[in-house]
């Protein structure tokens, strides 16, 4: 929490929710991940320059001095920031630090990029759909048919409950703006260079392994989170499927953490996630997560955008119960 109480820190991670809730991603040009982006992209043609050969162990090395610099200059350029703001006026200090949590946070953003593709699924327009779709999966999407698109882009906002909303608001509980924003930094790390083909097997073996282990717990939190949320949502039948889909799918996922959150919204909801998808031409069979009790519906992506505020908003009312027993 750096130089910040408990309950100064919470009352600044709510507020970063509700900042969240209201502005979204804006992506202005000062907008912390964009700066980190492009200095990944900058770094890693200094670390991996165009034309020069490297062994696997040199790729991982060059990727372990990639992670380490982003996570660390990021944690400590955000740390600088909030504490020069807040000798110059704490209420600057809690204004700047209110506003980089919310920039870790993209509950808005995500639900803004769902909505891209259910409205024109609604108006019946494929085309559309499919070009949304692809906005936010690496997967080919030209000849998705209607209920691929729904499927990504549940499957999209079920993983990103974590990446999106659950892991940043951890790490702000535990160390504020500047830790929050280190997480952000690796996990824009592993949306860049993460990859496990060719380019980037070794190169971003570190990025990947390093976003893993930050995901980990909060991983876990949203899948009870996200069960509960069910029961909220659509019954307690729901919730019960939901928490049943963890236990039985989740460790068919290839990632450590993925498969908790895709796994609960696909019991929750009664359908199944994963199977075929097309990667660059390629045909690859996903784990299937889940129970096909129906079939999927446009539907179902309003379904997921809920489950995904109603998550953020268990976490909001947990943290103004917390600071009234700290206060």
Partial sequence: MLFYSLPEILLLTAAAIIIDWIIGDPKWPTHPVIWIGKFIRLLEKRLRPDGVEMSSSKLRAQGVILTSIVTLLSFVMIGLITILAAWIHPWLGYAFTAWYISTTMAVKGLKDAAMLVYRPLMAGNLDDARKYTGYIVSRDTATMEEKDT??????????????????????????????????????????????????????????????????????????????????????????????????QFANLHPSPNSGIPESAVAGALGIELGGRNVYFGIASERARLGWPLR??????????????????????AGVFILWLFVS
């Avoid at 079939?295 to 909001?316: F, G």
Wanted: hydrophobic share 55%; glycine share 6%; proline share 2%.
């Fill in 295 to 316: 079939e999927l519906r446009a539907q179902d992506i309003i379904i997921s955008v809920r489950l995904l505020y109603l998550v953020s908003m268990l976490l909001l």
């Fill in 150 to 247: 729904v499927r990504a882009t549940v499957e999209t906002v079920a993983e990103n409950t974590v990446d999106a909303f659950v892991s940043p608001f951890v790490f702000a509980l535990l160390g504020g703006a500047p830790l929050a924003m280190l997480y952000r930094a690796a996990n824009t790390l592993d949306s860049m260079v993460g990859y496990r083909n060719e380019q980037y097997l070794y190169f971003g073996w570190a990025s990947a392994r390093f976003d893993d282990v930050l995901n980990y717990i909060p991983a876990r939190l949203a899948g009870l989170l996200l069960a509960l949320s069910s029961v909220l949502c659509l019954g307690f039948r729901a919730g019960l499927r939901s928490i049943k889909a963890i236990v």
